[in-house]
């Protein structure tokens, strides 16, 4: 896998919550889905090449699986991980 491959790999998605919303409202931060084998120094370097903007910081947080029933039938939620990049003044990324 080249280096930009893995780079549209690390970003998967934009986490949308309310929360989130809030987060960049009051401190840019921008958070976005990415694989659990993901680390820091990756995210930033994907950010900053990807949507070309200055990160500031990288927060990382891993969700952990949860058991989950449906009748009989129970099973797990995927683990996955979650990253909060906190941008520069004056710096935005469009999510939508």
């Known amino acids: 896998m080249t280096s930009m ?3 549209y790999a ?3 998605a934009p986490h949308l919550t309310e929360k ?3 987060d ?4 840019n ?3 976005f889905r990415v694989p659990v084998d993901a680390n820091k120094v990756e995210i930033r370097q994907s950010v900053e090449k990807l949507f070309k903007v200055k990160v500031k910081s ?3 947080l891993r969700i952990t699986q949860k058991v989950r029933r449906r009748g009989w039938t129970a099973g797990m939620t995927p ?6 990049v906190v ?6 990324i469009d999510v939508l």
């Open 20 to 22: 989130a919303t809030d």
């Open 24 to 27: 960049t409202a009051n401190r």
């Open 79 to 84: 683990a996955w991980k979650k990253a909060m």
């Open 10 to 12: 690390v970003i998967q």
């Open 5 to 7: 491959e893995r780079m």
């Open 58 to 60: 990288v927060n990382t």
């Open 87 to 92: 941008l520069a003044e004056g710096q935005t």
């Open 29 to 31: 931060a921008y958070t």
